[in-house]
């Protein structure tokens, strides 16, 4: 298996336009996570679903963020309108649902630059 | 709100060196993670505690989960450069997937 595929990798933009952050999970994994990594924040989660469908949203910082899983094969996280202060590295990760004992196999992640 | 403190935040040693590093919420967790991350790449999951006063080794990796599930510590035993990295330990809290993060600790070993 590839692993959790994210992309883009690096994504540059300006302040007011969207941005869209890609992911594809691994395949079987039926719970998919989506955080974002700052220097001051840490890893802070923001969704996450189970098979599918969104469970806790509650990390999502405001109504500019949305994310969809249409299938179980792929995810957006859509920011819009962008702003600077969504500066950081965001990661997606999955795995199998309830399954205490497995981690998380994380994506390599979009660092998102908003000027 | 489910909070994991790291301690300490930096480690900066000398190869040889051990150390120990420390992950304290009030909360109870039914389980424990820890993950070491590389820079430009997502975490990597080094090891799963479940039960309280559980030790796990991992080469010169060891992982203690407290008696009373709200904390844990990693040591590392003779320090290399290879060991660079960040890590950070996560708590799942009851019947649930979601993994909460802690503030994480960045270690460099120097050769």
């Known amino acids: 298996d590839a692993g959790v595929i994210q992309s883009p990798r690096h994504e540059v933009t300006e302040m007011g336009q969207e941005v869209t952050l890609r992911c594809k999970p691994i395949s079987g994994h039926n719970s998919l996570f ?22 806790d949203d509650s990390g999502m910082p405001e109504d500019r963020f949305s994310a969809k899983m249409p299938n179980a094969s792929f995810s957006t996280l859509k920011i ?24 998380y196999t994380f994506g390599s992640g979009t660092r998102l630059t908003v000027v | 709100t489910q909070l994991l403190e790291q301690s300490p935040q930096f480690l900066s040693i000398q190869e040889g060196e051990n150390l120990t590093v420390y992950c304290n919420s009030s909360s109870v967790f039914s389980s424990l993670q820890w993950y070491r991350q590389e820079p430009g790449e997502g975490p990597v999951l080094l090891v799963t505690v479940v039960t309280g006063g559980e030790v796990k080794k991992l080469k010169r990796l060891t992982f203690q989960f407290g008696d009373a599930r709200k904390d844990s510590s990693l040591h590392i035993t003779a320090a290399q450069p290879g060991d660079t990295g960040l890590y950070l330990c996560a708590g799942r809290g009851g ?10 600790t960045l270690l460099a070993v120097q050769p």
Not at chain 1, 34 to 55: A, D, H, K, S
């Open chain 1, 80 to 103: 819009q309108p962008s702003e600077p202060r969504d500066s950081a590295v965001y990661f997606c990760a999955s795995s199998p649902l309830r399954l205490s004992n497995y981690g």
């Open chain 1, 34 to 55: 989506w955080y974002r990594q700052t220097m001051m924040r840490g890893l802070e989660l923001l969704i996450y679903f189970n098979n599918n469908v969104p469970i």
């Open chain 2, 95 to 104: 019947a649930t997937n979601k993994l909460i993060f802690g503030t994480g």
